[in-house]
């Protein structure tokens, strides 16, 4: 079906309604699905010349589940490395920097006067402005996001599988892990795993019990670092390589730190719905609500990410504790023992299981459509792609199981091109081209793009 598609826009400019696909090559509406590389899933509803059945609450809703991924486990971290006031403060300007440059996205078909631009996406628009190069840098940046959000599904399935076993192990043999490593005294313990590992949470398990000999073969075949992201490879690696994702669809303290860029960098992902948010407002039904509806949801995502950093970081027990025993994922602050975060561990793990492989077929689908002009030119080029992804995470899991670091490197890299250069850099084209650009305007999008441009060089210096 995609060939066919392709086939049909490859004959005339999207612009051109004589060769739009007809009704019989498009998939019905409900076997639509919009991926976004944060982890969520939404069904298409069946609309008409652009014009959904969604109401703006549904909209908002949807925008603002779409928006909340992974990203969320990190922003306690985030708030500890930028400090509270800065934290605060960096969440609430990035929500609204993040905003505008959204809302500039939304606006852009519409600047496009010469041709008609009601079936286009995002792609098109950056494909009309800057030519192949558009198309080709926004498949690839768009690939980043996606590969980098695949990334810490591996790392954290393996974190909470590793966990999850743990929880099991420990409760069989009656064995209290909060023993080997810092806690509070009370009866739901908080750990801190960094501390007296050199700043990186310990990868094996009970170190205190080590003369136990049925430990010491639990802690070498499950090992957080060593063996169980290998594990995943054959449950997960066979999912990657069906041809239709419609199996999975189915599952469905006052202070200020110079390490605030940390931040910037998460949230630059955690705010990320460029490049699918034109596909998500096409269903509203109330067309003209569109940039209500955005504000709306964002607003939602930052009071939440607000809400989740201010509980977790303000509620820390320090002391007795450091706030900088805060883990990247805060989840690894408390013991595997801990009956609330083995289920929240679980549950975790069985969603991120089921969307890792939707993702997968996004990815396939952009890299080998674009490339091959088919989804699926054959078994050995969909499984070498697989392995290669699937590979990235497993050493990324082994080397580098850090995921605020993983989200905030992918995140800069796709919010440069998504978030801050093309929303910046099309509106200003098109404001030169209308001879409506005013020097006040072309600063102010130059110093966007600029802080698009530090944002991603700052995280390497971190």
């Known amino acids: 079906?995609?060939?066919?598609?392709?086939?049909?826009?490859?004959?005339?400019?999207?612009?051109?309604?004589?060769?739009?696909?007809?009704?019989?090559?498009?998939?019905?509406?409900?076997?639509?699905?919009?991926?976004?590389?944060?982890?969520?899933?939404?069904?298409?509803?069946?609309?008409?010349?652009?014009?959904?059945?969604?109401?703006?609450?549904?909209?908002?809703?949807m925008i603002w589940n779409t928006m909340l991924g992974t990203s969320i486990l990190s922003i306690p971290w985030g708030i500890k490395q930028a400090g509270f006031t800065t934290g605060m403060c960096i969440i609430m300007l990035m929500g609204l920097l993040t905003l505008y440059c959204c809302y500039r996205v939304v606006k852009s078909r519409a600047m496009i006067s010469s041709v008609d631009t009601t079936t286009w996406e995002y792609p098109d628009v950056c494909r009309y402005y800057f030519g192949s190069f558009g198309q080709w840098s926004s498949l690839l940046f768009s690939l980043v996001s996606l590969i980098g959000a695949m990334i810490v599904y591996w790392v954290l399935m393996s974190n909470f599988l590793f966990n999850?076993?743990?929880?099991?192990?420990?409760?069989?043999?009656?064995?209290?892990?909060?023993?080997?490593?810092?806690?509070?005294?009370?009866?739901?313990?908080?750990?801190?795993?960094s501390a007296g590992s050199g700043g990186h949470p310990d990868n094996g398990s009970m170190i205190f019990y080590a003369n136990d000999m049925g430990l010491q073969q639990f802690e070498k075949w499950w090992n957080k670092s060593k063996t169980v992201p290998f594990y995943l490879i054959g449950l997960l690696l066979p999912l990657l390589n069906f041809k239709s994702p419609s199996f999975f669809s189915k599952f469905n303290i006052l202070e200020i730190r110079f390490q605030f860029p940390q931040l910037?960098?998460?949230?630059?992902?955690?705010?990320?719905?460029?490049?699918?948010?034109?596909?998500?407002?096409?269903?509203?039904?109330?067309?003209?609500?569109?940039?209500?509806?955005?504000?709306?949801?964002?607003?939602?995502?930052?009071?939440?990410?607000?809400?989740?950093?201010?509980l977790v970081f303000a509620s820390f027990p320090s002391p007795p504790l450091s706030k900088d025993c805060i883990e990247q994922n805060f989840l690894d602050n408390f013991p595997s023992s801990d009956i609330l975060s083995?289920?929240?561990?679980?549950?975790?793990?069985?969603?991120?299981?089921?969307?890792?492989?939707?993702?997968?077929?996004?990815?396939?689908?952009?890299?080998?459509?674009?490339?091959?002009?088919?989804?699926?030119?054959?078994?050995?080029?969909?499984l070498?792609?697989?392995?290669?992804i699937v590979g990235a995470g497993v050493i990324m899991a082994c080397l580098y199981p850090n995921i605020g670091g993983i989200i905030r490197y992918s995140g800069a890299?796709?919010?440069?091109?998504?978030?801050?250069?093309?929303?910046?850099?099309?509106?200003?084209?098109s404001l030169h081209q209308e001879e409506r650009l005013t020097w006040p305007k072309l600063i102010f999008h130059v110093f966007i793009i600029i802080l698009g441009l530090a944002n991603l060089i700052v995280q390497f210096f971190m």
């Open 1 to 61: 079906m995609n060939k066919r598609i392709h086939y049909y826009s490859r004959l005339s400019t999207p612009a051109d309604k004589a060769l739009i696909a007809p009704d019989h090559v498009v998939p019905a509406p409900e076997e639509c699905y919009i991926y976004s590389p944060l982890g969520s899933a939404y069904k298409l509803q069946s609309y008409t010349e652009g014009y959904g059945k969604n109401t703006s609450l549904v909209t908002i809703f």
């Open 164 to 193: 999850t076993g743990k929880f099991i192990f420990n409760f069989i043999h009656h064995i209290n892990d909060t023993d080997a490593v810092l806690s509070t005294n009370d009866s739901n313990p908080v750990i801190c795993p």
């Open 264 to 310: 910037t960098g998460v949230l630059t992902l955690a705010f990320f719905i460029h490049n699918c948010i034109i596909t998500l407002l096409k269903n509203n039904k109330n067309q003209e609500n569109n940039v209500r509806d955005l504000s709306i949801a964002y607003m939602l995502v930052t009071l939440t990410y607000l809400y989740i950093g201010v």
């Open 342 to 382: 083995f289920i929240a561990r679980i549950f975790l793990l069985f969603q991120m299981m089921t969307v890792y492989p939707l993702l997968g077929y996004l990815a396939r689908v952009q890299l080998l459509g674009h490339v091959f002009g088919d989804i699926y030119p054959s078994i050995f080029h969909v």
């Open 384 to 388: 070498i792609l697989n392995l290669i």
């Open 413 to 429: 890299a796709c919010g440069l091109a998504f978030v801050f250069i093309y929303p910046s850099l099309i509106y200003i084209i």
